[in-house]
T-cell receptor, first 113, second 115 residues
Framework: NAGVTQTPKFQVLKTGQSMTLQCAQD?????MYWYRQDPGMGLRLIYY???????DKGEVPNGYNVSRLNKREFSLRLESAAPSQTSVYFC????????????FGPGTRLTVT | QQQVKQSPQSLIVQKGGIPIINCAYE??????FPWYQQFPGKGPALLIA?????SEKKEGRFTISFNKSAKQFSLHIMDSQPGDSATYFC??????????????FGQGTILTVHP
């Protein structure tokens, strides 16, 4: 039982490049989330998926897109990376909505130069 | 708009001390208040959570105190240990129901416990 897995662990991009961050969970959870963590800012919600087949914007969605591929997988895409997107990205899942425990992945450290 | 304000940003205590981390919220629709603990290089993990029908919840050495009228809640760590050194985040969410509740995090507190 791996919990929440994320790939890659580290990534360096040049401004304007695109990439997709992958996330998968094996806990049969309905809801999945993408956060970014920046020093002094806590964790900010980028997008979430309340259930398979639905996605919705969080607090900081600009510059990102998501796909809930199936119940297990939720990917985050940066179409044209910018230095302001340098951050640590965390995927999380919960059995139902945000009033239940969220389980976090190990994170992806992204640097955009 | 920062709906959950956390203080202090950093905290240093000696082993055995009782660090206290405070959070204040604005949204009266919040009714689920978790604390997450994060070690360097790891994702956050749920430490303890409270709902507003109680004023205090204790799990081991960790206690949440909740003041609904003041819209404040705090984390106390009894008999702190060097292994408690981590970043702590408070958070808040509306409950379930017809509208989907999203978790809002505080800014985080870096706790260092010296041996």
């Amino acid at each position: 039982n791996a919990g929440v897995t994320q790939t890659p662990k580290f990534q360096v991009l040049k401004t304007g490049q695109s990439m997709t961050l992958q996330c998968a969970q094996d806990m049969n959870h309905n809801s999945m989330y993408w956060y970014r963590q920046d020093p002094g800012m806590g964790l900010r919600l980028i997008y979430y998926s309340a259930s398979e087949g639905t996605t919705d914007k969080g607090e900081v969605p600009n510059g990102y897109n998501v796909s809930r591929l199936n119940k297990r997988e939720f990917s985050l895409r940066l179409e044209s990376a910018a230095p302001s997107q340098t951050s640590v990205y965390f995927c999380a899942s919960s059995i139902r909505d945000s009033s239940y425990e969220q389980y976090f992945g190990p994170g992806t450290r992204l640097t955009v130069t | 708009q920062q709906q959950v304000k956390q203080s202090p940003q950093s905290l240093i205590v000696q082993k055995g001390g009782i660090p206290i981390i405070n959070c204040a919220y604005e949204n009266t629709a919040f009714d689920y208040f978790p604390w997450y603990q994060q070690f360097p290089g790891k994702g956050p993990a749920l430490l303890i959570a409270i709902r507003p029908d109680v004023s205090e919840k204790k799990e081991g050495r960790f206690t949440i105190s909740f003041n609904k009228s003041a819209k404040q809640f705090s984390l106390h760590i009894m008999d702190s240990q060097p292994g408690d050194s981590a970043t702590y985040f408070c958070a808040a969410s509306p409950g379930g129901g017809t509208s989907y509740g999203k978790l809002t995090f505080g800014q985080g507190t870096i706790l260092t416990v010296h041996p």
